[in-house]
């Protein structure tokens, strides 16, 4: 288990790898190389051509003047330039895509490995959230991955274009250009990356106040405290602001480096020019150069201030691939313990108990999902903390209290529970959660598309598609136990009579051969769902 | 709403022109550099003119990078401005009618803080940059036409088919992404879709094939993505085009007209000083309009959060506290919710003093009562009858009772004299201090069993922050209990007072809540079968 994780981490350091080898990311460089060169030298010959054309005037020699090379330099650089920046932009973005989709489904594997009790604390809350957003990072610093060779590129003609001025220029310049990213790097840690923390944590710190106070709404409305908690949520506002501004600042910093370099550099190459006795002509193509040298670092240098939070995105994506190498137990048999209550192989027990007691616990501890229920639960003598997920998995189809249903037809959703199933097996499940007549009343069917979270559907809607989810789980996947939790709820009386009728036709019906039928736990509320059930355990 | 977006940007005027004005001092920057390098150039061998042309070019490098840092500096104050007027605006009735509006907080607390700071980069970047497009190109061709009429003229020519470029390429952008945007979007929603689904997936086994459609989908974004990118890149590739093509047109020019070769009789005679200065200023011209298109995504974010941030919320009815409570009761009440979903109809008489309890499954209405009960949501069927008076202000106690930074005192004072101001009132500066010495809040401190707690920290004048730290989950239910307590309402609705509670604690609070139903008419939505057995009305919903 353990190499096959680290694999599934070597594999995400080989993604991003591959991105930046990709055939697109090469021809972005290529192409970004092309447009800085470009770049520098519309500006360089320009000025050359310039200075010369007006030297040759002046001196009567304009016959003599070569201005068709010149000329058309700075055609084709015009050309090149605007060419290369669309396709440099368009292959980033092309190479980012190919990369985002391996990540995705790379990241995504790399999860589905990991036991669901070590990286349940990862999906919670804005879980989700944050690693889509480093991948997000990642994406960025793919899209920007070829202004480092741009950089040297333009970098590198820029000095070989104050050559012919002299090697003092030719120096100062090379020295000039090395020290931007150097200092650029310095400002970006001096003053870019703190602040940028501390609005992250800032904002972290609002949203986290604000969910708490809303979940106090009620008492907000009923007392008249909208504005006082307002006010209390502006002034932590205000902390956040007062962090993004002083980043805004740094940033500031950051690209005054390049903004005043620019001008700097260009006047001590006219200067290193004019002292060592060089030409107006080659000065004049020195000192543009300089200035378009140092714009060709643009891009580069900008991103040092990303440089921390692409690193952060890093290392949060590959601290997921952890490994959970645990001596795992082995279960002999199906039968369950459940708090001191024994369950042959098809046995059928309710939980019931007040909201909190930890029904629900107990269920999604069954199912592998979370390792804190208090209680002793065993599956074949074996406490199911120390069986493995997978093997966990296998015995239960749960269809838990707050199911997530994913966004795509309700066909989709069903189909989430065994590979193979045709539509008589989905209406079979459907009939016996009550829903069939829903779906059948729906535009599609069963090609109706549900949005994210099924937000079209009613909460009771939501739970039966769940249970017929994890009914498909037992038939299709030959799994011998049934976790329900408040399968009932939102339901009226009539309806939910019927369901535990069919139900229970259904439970007797099914079953891996026992002749026992499927086993069942079922968390409820409800009265009438306990006619499910031969035994009955109150938490 | 961009347009309501932009006001309020522009609200902040004062900083907007803050910006404005610095990105001006930055294109006199870029005279500085040019004239400057002109000097150096055009009189090549003149000491006087050639150190002053090297120092105008030095000191430009500082100007520039001053006036571009404050001019980020003053947009940023814009839109630190506009966020503060945005949340002063919203965040009131936000909070105020969550509870009746009943979203899921997640989307909430985006609308509070995500779309809040989306709106940044609008008023930070893009706003004060476009009003510097605007100006800063002809301040550069004017500066250009000092030294060459004829150069200014050619950038200022090439300005046409740059705006018919950016019409034609907008439009077949805006088609493109017409035609891709909801699928791109639908399509990259799957991955954190099904991310959060991961547990259910993986239960029942379907990580390859839902690792499959994950693939896919994502190879059907990148396709789709780049086919937009195709199009929509072309405006900046025509912005480009024309800012290199205005650079190389205005050189050749110049470089003709040095060797005076040009094809026809110009109307001036350049020196190489005055070609020099209009050569290093071109690229000035379209660089306003290119730091503008890099802002462009700032603008697209704005107002998607501004037209999610626009949605009307609906006003609060403002209950005065009444004086006496004499009962009230509900008949053939329901209140309906989001796709055709009733709760009710039920009855329920709340007597002048003593507990009601309303019971039944997580989800079968019995905050709903709670909430008819103080108004916040309207009856669809039914009335609901006072039996003195109007519909009164009442007390809540929630499952998480509200904690602000401030003293214990000032916590539970929280619901005192703020009846009769509407939910946006302010006026409550005099309350902290003075809620340590109340009289009401030491009782109902006393009365809602805090004593251990105020004993254990110090006294009401206790500081307690935001988040309640140090407060246990019963400590803080009984804070909601006192709070309750102290407004000095008559009715008093309780949500779950009880749950998720120990035994002990939970017993304790039990017996707080029945001997407070001796002098009030107390309702409690609850499981706790202890406590509804001690009711003297009980109402089970279905």
Redesign the interface.
Same mark, same amino acid.
């Given at each position: 288990m353990s190499g096959g994780v680290g694999a599934v981490a070597d594999d995400m350091a080989a993604v991003m790898m591959g991105a930046l080898r990709s055939s697109a990311v090469r021809r972005a460089r290529l192409v970004a190389v092309a447009a800085a060169l470009a770049g520098v030298a519309l500006l360089g010959v320009a000025g050359w051509f310039l200075t010369g054309a007006a030297l040759a005037g002046l001196a009567g020699a304009v016959a003599a003047f070569n201005f068709l090379l010149p000329s058309a330099t700075i055609r084709l650089s015009a050309v090149v330039r605007t060419g290369g920046r669309y396709f440099e932009r368009l292959w980033s973005h092309e190479a980012a895509l190919g990369a985002l989709a391996k990540v995705r489904v790379g990241l995504f594997s790399t999860l589905a490995q990991r036991d669901p009790r070590r990286v349940r604390a990862l999906m919670l809350g804005d879980g989700v959230a944050r690693l889509t957003g480093d991948v997000d990072v990642l994406e960025d610093a793919i899209i920007r991955s070829p202004a480092r060779p741009a950089a040297l590129a333009g970098g590198v003609l820029a000095v070989a274009l104050a050559l012919p001025a002299g090697l003092a220029p030719a120096l100062v310049l090379a020295a000039g250009l090395l020290a931007l990213p150097r200092v650029a790097g310095w400002v970006a840690a001096t003053f870019v990356d703190a602040p940028a923390e501390a609005a992250q944590g800032r904002a972290a710190a609002l949203k986290a106040m604000v969910v708490d106070q809303l979940a106090a709404s009620a008492e907000i409305a009923v007392f008249g405290l909208a504005g006082r908690v307002s006010e209390a949520v502006m002034a932590e506002a205000a902390a956040l602001d007062a962090a993004r501004m002083r980043m805004v600042r740094g940033e500031g910093w950051l690209s005054a480096v390049l903004v005043a370099g620019g001008p700097m550099l260009a006047a001590a190459v006219a200067m290193v020019a004019a002292l060592t006795g060089a030409g107006a002509a080659v000065t004049a193509l020195a000192a543009l150069a300089a200035a378009g040298g140092v714009e060709a670092q643009g891009a580069f240098v900008r991103a040092r201030g990303r440089d921390a939070a692409m690193a952060a995105a890093a290392a949060r994506l590959n601290g997921l691939s952890g490994a959970d190498t645990i001596d795992w137990a082995m279960p002999d048999g199906d039968a369950l313990e459940i708090a001191g209550v024994r369950l042959a192989a098809g046995g059928r027990l309710g939980l019931t108990g007040l909201s909190g007691s930890g029904k629900t616990r107990i269920i999604e501890t069954l199912a592998g999902w979370r390792a804190d229920a208090p209680q002793k639960l065993l599956l074949g003598g074996v406490a199911v903390g120390d069986v493995r997920f997978e093997y966990l998995a296998q015995r239960f189809a749960i269809a838990p209290q707050a199911p997530a249903l994913i966004a795509g037809t309700v066909a989709d959703n069903l189909r989430l529970a065994a590979a193979g199933l045709d539509e008589a097996d989905l209406w079979a499940a459907l009939e016996v959660a009550c829903l069939a007549d829903d779906v059948r009343a729906m535009p599609d069917g069963l090609a109706t598309w549900l949005g994210e979270g099924a937000g079209e559907l009613s909460g009771g809607q939501r739970k039966r598609l769940a249970l017929a989810r994890a009914l498909l789980a037992v038939t299709g996947g030959g799994r011998p136990w049934l976790l329900l939790d408040e399968p009932s709820e939102g339901l009226d009386a009539a309806t939910e009579a019927e369901m535990v009728r069919r139900l229970g036709r259904w439970l007797d019906h099914t079953g891996t051969g026992t002749g026992a039928g499927t086993g069942l736990v079922v968390a409820t509320h409800r009265p009438a769902v306990l006619a499910l059930v031969e035994d009955v355990r109150d938490i | 709403m961009s347009a309501g977006l932009a006001a309020l940007a522009g609200g902040s005027g004062a900083a907007s022109r803050r910006a404005l004005g610095w990105w001006i001092l930055d294109v006199v920057g870029a005279l500085l550099?040019a004239g400057?390098?002109a000097l150096?150039?055009g009189c090549? #061998?003149g000491l006087v003119p050639?150190t002053g042309? $090297?120092?105008s070019?030095?000191v430009? &490098?500082?100007v520039?990078? !001053?006036a571009?840092?404050?001019a980020?500096?003053a947009g940023?104050?814009g839109a630190?401005a506009m966020?503060?007027a945005l949340?002063?605006e919203r965040?009131?009735?936000l909070?105020?009618?969550?509870?009746?509006r009943g979203r899921l907080?997640?989307e909430?607390?985006a609308r509070?803080?995500?779309q809040?700071?989306a709106t940044?980069g609008f008023a930070?970047r893009f706003e004060p940059l476009s009003r510097a497009a605007r100006v800063a190109p002809m301040l550069v061709a004017g500066a250009v036409a000092v030294a060459s009429p004829v150069a200014a003229g050619i950038l200022l020519v090439t300005l046409v088919p740059f705006a018919v470029g950016m019409v034609l390429a907008g439009g077949a952008a805006r088609v493109a992404a017409d035609r891709q945007l909801g699928a791109i979007s639908?399509l990259n #929603?799957?991955?954190?879709?099904?991310?959060?689904? $991961?547990?259910?997936?993986?239960?029942? &086994?379907?990580?390859p094939? !839902?690792?499959r459609q994950?693939?896919s989908a994502?190879?059907e974004?990148?396709t789709r993505?780049?086919a937009l990118?195709?199009v929509a890149?072309?405006s900046?590739?025509i912005l480009?085009?024309l800012a290199?093509?205005s650079?190389?047109l205005v050189?050749?020019y110049?470089?003709?007209n040095?060797?005076?070769?040009l094809p026809f009789a110009p109307p001036e005679k350049l020196?190489?000083t005055a070609?020099?200065f209009a050569?290093?200023l071109a690229?000035e011209f379209y660089l306003p309009m290119r730091r503008l298109a890099a802002a462009y995504h700032d603008r697209q974010t704005g107002e998607a959060a501004a037209l999610a941030l626009a949605e009307d919320l609906p006003p609060?009815p403002?209950l005065a506290a009444p004086a006496v409570f004499a009962g009230v009761a509900l008949r053939g009440a329901a209140v309906d919710y989001e796709?055709g979903?009733r709760v009710g109809p039920f009855d329920l008489a709340v007597p002048a003093t003593g507990l009601v309890a309303i019971m039944g499954?997580?989800?079968s209405g019995k905050s709903t009562v709670?909430?008819a009960l103080?108004g916040?949501r309207p009856l669809a069927a039914g009335r609901m009858d006072w039996t003195a008076g109007g519909a009164a202000?009442?007390?809540?106690?929630?499952?998480?009772?509200?904690?602000?930074?401030g003293t214990l005192a000032s916590n539970i004072a929280?619901?005192r004299d703020?009846?009769g101001?509407?939910?946006?009132?302010?006026d409550?500066s005099g309350c902290e201090n003075l809620a340590e010495d109340d009289p009401v809040v030491a009782r109902a401190a006393e009365a809602a069993g805090l004593t251990a707690l105020l004993a254990g920290r110090g006294g009401l004048a206790a500081h307690i922050d935001?988040?309640g730290s140090g407060l246990s989950g019963g400590e803080r239910r009984r804070l909601?209990v006192a709070?309750v307590l102290a407004?000095g309402r008559l009715l008093l609705?309780l949500?779950?007072p009880t749950?998720?509670l120990d035994a002990a604690t939970a017993a304790a609070l039990r017996a707080t809540i029945i001997d407070l139903a001796r002098t009030h008419a107390v309702v409690v939505a609850t499981?706790?079968?202890a406590l509804a057995a001690a009711a003297d009305v009980r109402l089970v919903m279905?």
């Open positions: - | 550099f400057g390098l150096t150039i090549w #061998g050639v042309g $090297l120092l070019m030095a430009s &490098g500082l520039r990078a !001053v571009q840092a404050r980020a500096d940023m104050q630190v966020k503060a949340r002063a965040l009131p009735a909070f105020g009618s969550a509870f009746a907080a997640g909430d607390a509070a803080v995500d809040i700071e940044e930070a639908r #929603g799957v991955f954190a879709d099904r991310l959060r689904a $991961l547990a259910e997936i993986r239960s029942f &086994g379907a990580e094939r !839902v690792a994950l693939a994502s190879d974004v990148a993505t780049l990118f195709r890149f072309v900046g590739g480009e085009f290199a093509l650079v190389a050189a050749l110049c470089g003709f040095l060797l005076g070769l020196g190489l070609a020099f050569l290093a690229p609060l403002v796709r979903v499954a997580t989800g709670l909430a103080a916040l202000a009442v007390a809540w106690a929630g499952q998480r009772p509200l904690v602000m930074a929280l619901g703020n009846s101001r509407d939910n946006s009132g302010r409550n935001a988040a909601g709070r407004s609705l949500d779950e749950a998720d499981h706790d079968a279905p």
